[in-house]
Structure formats: C-alpha cells, structure tokens
C-alpha cells in the first residue's frame, strides 16, 4: 500500500530531472530495487503513470532490476549482498551482518533523448 | 538518446527526517522503541502492560500509529502513559516527518523512552526508518508460527522478537521453538522473548530488554 508514496517520491523527483535536462526529454529512470524492499513495481508504475498523466513526465517509463538485499556487519563495517540472510560476516567472521538500514530502492540511472 | 548516471535512495527524504529525529532523540537521552507487527498482534497492550512498569522508574511516553481513530492513544494514556495518537489516514505505515512533527509536543519532549508503535501492518512499516533506537517485531500465536519467513524484511529489521498471546498456545499448533526458528532462519541476530500481555506471563523479559536498552544509552 506504501507503493503511492513511493510513486508520489518518483514523480517529484521525475519532474525535478525533466526540469534539469530541458530542453532534452526525460525518457526512462532505471531503478534497482532489493528483493526486501516490500514494494510491488507494477503497482508503483501504476501510481506513476497515474501521476504522470497530463505533466512533462507522461511516458517515461520505469525499468526495474531486481537485486539481493545489501548487508552490514556491526563489528567490522564491511557489506556484502546476499540472497538468504548471512549467518556470519564473510569479512571478519565475527558478527551476525544486519540488513542495511536503507536502500531498499535506488534510482541508477536516467535516460534523456 | 544519453543515460546519466545518478544514484539516489527514493526514500531518501524519509531518510534525512529520521537523521534528524535521531539527532533530537540523542541530544535529549531518549530510547525509542519502533513496535511493528500485525493488527490486533498485541502492540497495544504491550505498552499499556509497560506503562504501569515504567511508573516511578523512566519517563516514558507513547506515540500510536493508526489510519483512524485516536482508540489506541486514548488506551495508553487510561493506562497511564502519556500518549498522542498519529492518524495516517490512507498512510500504512509511520515516517519520520510524522514523528519529527510530534517531538515538541508536551506529552514526548521529557521522555526518557518512547514507544512508538506502528501501523499494523506486516510489511509497509519496516521500509520507513523512524529514527529509533531499534524497531520491536510483535508476533502472535493466533498469526502461526511460520510469518517470519513470510514477512522477513519486518523480521530482519528488527531487534526482538515478542511472541506475544502466549495464553492460547493450547488452543493452537503455534510452536514457540519453530515460531524462533524460522525467526532466526531469516533474522540470525534476533533476541526473542514470549509472553501473553493478558497474563502478565514472560513480561520480565521484556522489561529486562527495556532496561538492557536504557542502560545502553
């Protein structure tokens, strides 16, 4: 259900990156999102496009990449990403990793015309 | 057509409310306490239960999420601890421009311990940081014992596990042990404690953690 926010976040900044590459169109934004991260793309490209209708950023489409999710370790800082939750820290063998706090959904890349 | 890279978190603005929130929680000492899980889990009664330990103990004080109604704040402060109700109307889960708006406000400004507690909701919330000290995931007998890993980002961010209603263990096939288990399948640093908020049972545990988090900060 957090997915309008999520799309209402996009669109803001969507519109923000189409002001800043005028007079180029914005065309794509390419998202990496961590199998954790909750959200459901088809429904924040549903939100998106909803809001998109009828401003600069009508038609710019959202490419999605799936990743595995980014963790830490408390004791020696170093990350690493994984599939299934690491029961120890590959780096220094000490510590339980944690998942990092946030960056659960990135945006990578732009594309403009 | 050119791609420019960029690099940006979406809930990055979520992010800078809650650096802030934290920023505030630490100059003032306070521990907060993030209680996630499902609706009708026991997040409510977990900190009335609290409330009455708090007294003559900690300042404490309590912020309830809810999409409608002010019922749980209202039950947190018959309890009492003071409370003030966040009403996220078609919003399912808690962010921290929410908290950050609310930390002035008579009822939070001196407390030692904040319980926030969440929308109830197994997924949305733990997407948002809130600025907390560590987030608390409740679970309860009647869910069933494998949500954990049904639901591991709320699992993975968290703490503690409560295990809570632990009063109808027999009337169910819920396992405590398998419940820890599949926990720890998805979260291997999870601490657990079980206890039924009607009885009273396994409470010490959780105020003992309260305590360890106090002592800590």
């Known amino acids: 259900m957090h997915e309008l926010g999520v799309a209402s976040a996009l669109y803001e900044w969507a519109l923000s990156q189409s002001r800043q590459v005028e007079p180029r169109r914005l065309l794509s934004i390419e998202l990496e999102q961590d199998s954790l991260s909750g959200l459901n793309a088809d429904s924040v490209d549903f939100g998106f496009r909803a809001l998109a209708t009828g401003t600069e950023v009508e038609g710019v489409r959202l490419e999605w990449h799936e990743v595995s999710p980014t963790y830490v370790c408390p004791r020696c800082s170093e990350t690493s990403t994984s599939s299934a939750a690491p029961q120890g820290c590959l780096h220094c063998g000490g510590a339980v990793p944690r998942l990092a706090r946030t960056d659960s959904l990135r945006v990578l890349s732009i594309e403009v015309e | ?217």
């Open chain 2, 1 to 217: 057509m050119t791609r420019l890279a960029v690099e940006k978190k979406v809930l990055s603005k979520n992010d800078e409310f809650a650096a802030l929130v934290r920023d505030r929680f630490r100059e003032r000492g306070t521990v907060a306490i993030n209680i996630l899980g499902s609706p009708g889990s026991g997040k409510t009664s977990l900190v009335e239960r609290t409330a009455a330990w708090t007294r003559g103990r900690v300042p404490a004080a309590a912020l309830s999420g809810d999409q409608a109604t002010d019922n749980d704040a209202r039950r947190i402060r018959e309890a009492g601890l003071p409370a003030l109700q966040i009403t996220t109307g078609n919003e399912c889960h808690l962010n921290a421009e929410r908290i950050l708006a609310v930390l002035d406000a008579p009822e939070v400004r001196n407390a030692r311990l904040l319980l926030i507690e969440n929308v109830g909701n197994l997924i949305c919330p733990a997407a948002y940081d809130l600025g907390e000290d560590a987030k608390v995931a409740v679970l309860s007998v009647p869910e069933g014992d494998d949500k954990p890993e049904k639901y591991p980002a709320l699992f993975q961010r968290a703490e503690l596990l409560v295990i809570n209603k632990i009063d109808m263990l027999a009337l169910t096939d819920f396992s405590v042990d398998r419940a820890v288990a599949h926990a720890r399948s998805v979260a291997p640093h999870l601490d657990a404690v079980a206890l039924s908020t009607r009885t009273g049972e396994g409470l010490t545990l959780w105020f003992q953690w309260i305590e360890n988090r106090l002592a800590r900060t």
